[in-house]
């Protein structure tokens, strides 16, 4: 079965530190790749997305995730964090055949300090 | 464009009672996905319909739990005689296809239902 795993549960930065969220997943085949985030009493927000091509993923606010399929991950990165930053953050994967559903992991609560 | 739709914001409901959460897709989705967030636990897939099936309900408790996407109308989560370890968030996302094979099965989702049992 597919899985997802964000090994950093909770981060907490200072304003302009670089920020790296890991995401791994188990799947032999092909998948699509995603990140979402969650704002304070907001709802799930498209980040960004990996369907095929150039595996560097240039998302929203300035946020951007690499492939690497050899690694079976899909990382989030942002060189400056900022404080509105400040969220949950939930990488997914779903199959690119079948009937499909979205995998999600676990979630990153990232808070930045101004 | 009015995004997904969730009502109600907020539930309480006392042990044993029922529990009745709705979601209205985007206009022009016709597929629906059920998620429940637990503290600490993440998004959990519960149920994957279309409009008068269910495609997917591996997610979904054997018991007291059930979905539906009727034909008109919105989709709805019906959870009964809850107890307390049913007190979740529950999200609902649409797209508008369940093809993989291209951006267009992008999830959308709502505001989600927060679902509180004393």
């Known amino acids: 079965a597919q899985s997802v795993s964000q090994h950093n549960h909770h981060v907490i930065l200072s304003e302009a530190a670089s920020l790296e969220l890991g995401c791994n997943y188990s799947y032999g085949g092909t998948v699509n790749l995603f990140w979402y985030v969650q704002y304070p009493g907001q709802h799930l927000q498209l980040l960004l997305k990996y369907f095929s091509g150039d595996p560097l993923v240039k998302g929203i606010k300035g946020f951007e995730a690499e492939f690497i399929k050899s690694k079976f991950s899909f990382n989030l990165r942002k060189p400056s964090v900022q404080w509105s930053d400040t969220a949950e953050y939930f990488c997914?994967?779903?199959?690119?055949?079948?009937?499909?559903?979205?995998?999600f992991g676990t979630g990153t609560r990232l808070k930045v300090l101004a | 464009n009015a995004g997904v739709m969730q009502n109600p914001r907020h539930l309480v409901r006392r042990r044993g009672q029922e529990a009745r959460l709705r979601c209205s897709p985007m206009?022009?989705?016709?597929?629906v996905y059920w998620y429940r967030q637990l503290p600490e636990e993440g998004l959990k897939f519960m149920v994957y319909?279309?409009?008068?099936?269910?495609?997917?309900e591996s997610g979904m408790p054997k018991e007291r739990f059930s979905a539906e996407f009727p034909k008109e109308g919105p989709s709805i989560l019906r959870i009964q005689q809850v107890v307390r370890g049913d007190s979740a968030a529950y999200f609902c996302?649409?797209?508008?296809?369940?093809?993989?094979?291209?951006?267009?099965?992008?999830?959308?989702f709502g505001a989600g239902s927060r679902l509180t049992v004393l």
């Open positions: 997914a994967v779903t199959r690119t055949s079948g009937t499909y559903k979205y995998i």
């Open positions: 996302a649409s797209s508008p296809t369940g093809v993989s094979s291209s951006g267009a099965n992008v999830l959308t």
């Open positions: 206009k022009g989705h016709s597929h």
């Open positions: 319909l279309q409009k008068e099936n269910i495609i997917d």
